[in-house]
């Protein structure tokens, strides 16, 4: 796990003008901003097991040309929900940085890892023109937050925070690859998207499980967003046995959100172009609020939200 900081960014864009993850090129040119807040269209409502984001949010620098990116107005919510002003955000897994801008705009410092060097690359681009936006119009409150706050951005393995001390992080919003359905890398150690085998992916989240829990301040959430797939027509669970994975490392849940997944492009057209089609397509993702418990009797009362062994 290793800081990446301003200078190493800036040096990077003096020679490269985009950077490449697998075979998608997005670039990495200067960003014009129009606005820091969601507009009409954008705002709707969290208050619900149900979210659906129709129209993916695209102020401040925030741009959906990351494979598999959150629409950002989910880290939104958690933040506003689970989080103070002034707290510090970790999203272990942050590709483009769509999580540490929105903690930015509202005020919270952020931690950002990725395994991937060029999503760090990304991730300081947009916090860059983020902050030189804030520091040219510093008249609002949102350019304000920013200019109040941090963001530490790490190449590293959310599999071992060592740079992070134990109970540090006041709440975790993260978007682990769901399997390998989308990859990231080929060749990179450690990718959660490399697995060939649905157990070795589980045996690597529940170590992404056991650090997230090492580093969290007790009686705080931790949000992750994980989606499922098909293997041969049948239905994969993936999120049931990432929830499974969470609960066995002593988090409760608080929250089971269905999220809407919208613009499924590909795998869409691919599945309705199929005649006989005798399954349903997935047109969802699980978004769960996990607690590490705050004390024993947090423990007790909220046994049957923790993890319960198989009744035989
Ligand atoms: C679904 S994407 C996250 C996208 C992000 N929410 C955004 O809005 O851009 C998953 C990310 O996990 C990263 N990743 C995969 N394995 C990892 C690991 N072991 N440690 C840290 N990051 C990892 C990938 O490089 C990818 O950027």
Excluded at 140 to 148: A, D, F, K, M, Y
Excluded at 194 to 201: A, F, S, V
Excluded at 217 to 242: E, F, M, W
């Amino acid at each position: 796990m290793r800081l990446v900081t301003r200078e190493e960014y800036l040096d990077y864009i003096r020679e490269h003008d985009s950077i490449v993850i697998e075979d998608q090129v997005v670039p990495l040119k200067p960003i014009t901003i129009d606005r820091l807040e969601p507009d009409e269209d954008e705002d709707q409502p969290t208050d619900t097991t149900v979210w659906s984001f129709p129209k993916r949010g695209s102020w401040a620098t925030h741009k959906g040309d990351y494979r598999g990116n959150w629409a950002p107005q989910i880290p939104r919510a958690l933040i506003q929900m689970y989080s103070n002003p002034g707290e510090v955000v970790l999203d272990q897994m942050v590709g483009s940085g769509t999580t540490c801008i929105e903690a930015r705009l509202l005020g919270r410092n952020c931690i950002g890892i990725d395994i991937n060097y060029a999503a760090i690359m990304l991730s300081h681009h947009r916090l860059y023109y983020l902050e030189e936006y804030a520091k040219n119009n510093p008249d609002n409150e949102w350019s304000r937050n920013v200019l109040s706050t941090w963001t530490k951005l790490y190449h590293g393995d959310a599999r071992n925070l060592e740079e992070i001390e134990d109970e540090s992080i006041d709440l975790i919003a993260t978007h682990p690859p769901y399997f390998n359905i989308i990859r990231y890398t080929k060749k990179v150690e450690g990718d959660l998207s490399k697995t060939r085998k649905l157990e070795e992916y589980l045996s690597w989240m529940s170590d992404v499980a056991r650090e997230a829990y090492r580093v969290l301040k007790p009686g705080r959430y931790c949000a992750v967003l994980i989606g499922d797939t098909r293997i041969r027509r049948h239905y994969v669970p993936i999120s049931h046995y990432v929830l499974r994975v969470f609960l066995k490392q002593g988090f409760i849940l608080k929250e089971e959100i269905i999220k809407i997944q919208h613009k499924m492009k590909t795998t869409r057209e691919v599945w309705r172009k199929l005649k006989k089609r005798d399954f349903l397509l997935i047109y969802h993702e699980k978004l769960y609020v996990f607690k590490k418990p705050g004390s024993e009797e947090d423990l007790k009362t909220h046994k049957y939200s923790g993890f319960l062994e198989d009744i035989s």
